[in-house]
């Protein structure tokens, strides 16, 4: 049983514009958030992350949003470049192992 | 990241035959991970390691096991490699359980 959920496998952005990954989670003991980026051919590497005390961490181009009562949170890129282009994973722990959803494949058109 | 390198960086094996892959990593960190990455399935946990000889299963460990001898080490090894072993394989560390994790390059694996 997934408790972590990315249910779109991929989504298609103009560059410039913003682009929104969505991500779902199950289990309510989680308190810690990550997001991470993964080009082909290389491993995943930390983006951003959120603690559950917070419902908004920004760095740069990136936000990331936590709705707790929803469970869900979101990863933000504004304005969208063609470089950020590669599978965005979602990850969740809650004082145990990271647990990751699926992934989202972003592209990023010129 | 040069704190931690996977080998080798890709192999090709027969039905059967044993298979370890290695990961090294520089940075003294307690937590090392052993990931499969396949396609629809995102990053499955086989085993991870909390100190020198303590390890647990994951979400995936079977025909997997792992060793570790030293801090630096973390070993998975495919006793009798099958196709459904065929994948990209992660190892990550991390300082805390719960901290965010550092990867490796990978290691893709094609079981023939």
């Known amino acids: 049983d997934q408790q972590v959920k990315q249910n779109s496998p991929s989504l298609s952005v103009q560059e410039g514009r913003i682009s929104i990954l969505n991500c779902d989670y199950t289990?309510?003991?989680?308190?810690?958030f990550l997001w991470y980026k993964k080009y082909p051919a290389e491993g995943p590497t930390f983006l951003i992350s959120i603690s559950s005390i917070k419902d908004k961490n920004e760095d740069g181009r990136f936000t990331v949003f936590l709705n707790k009562s929803a469970k869900h949170l979101s990863l933000h890129i504004v304005p969208s470049q063609p470089g950020d282009s590669a599978v965005y994973f979602c990850a969740a722990s809650g004082q145990g192992n990271l647990i990751f959803g699926k992934g989202t494949k972003l592209s990023v058109k010129p | 990241d040069a704190g931690i390198t996977q080998s080798p960086r890709h192999k090709v094996t027969e039905t059967g035959t044993p298979v370890t892959l290695r990961c090294h990593q520089t940075?003294?960190?307690?937590?090392m991970y052993w990931y499969r990455q396949d396609p629809g399935h995102g990053l499955r946990l086989i085993h991870y390691s909390y100190g020198v000889k303590d390890t647990d299963k994951g979400e995936v460990s079977d025909g997997y096991s792992v060793s570790r001898s030293k801090t630096e080490d973390f070993l998975l090894t495919l006793e009798s490699a099958t196709s459904s072993q065929t994948s990209v394989y992660f190892c990550?560390?991390?300082?805390?359980?719960?901290?965010?994790?550092?990867f490796g390059s990978g290691t893709r694996l094609t079981v023939v």
């Open positions: 990550a560390i991390s300082e805390g359980r719960s901290d965010g994790y550092t």
């Open positions: 940075e003294n960190h307690r937590y």
């Open positions: 289990n309510s003991m989680f308190d810690y």
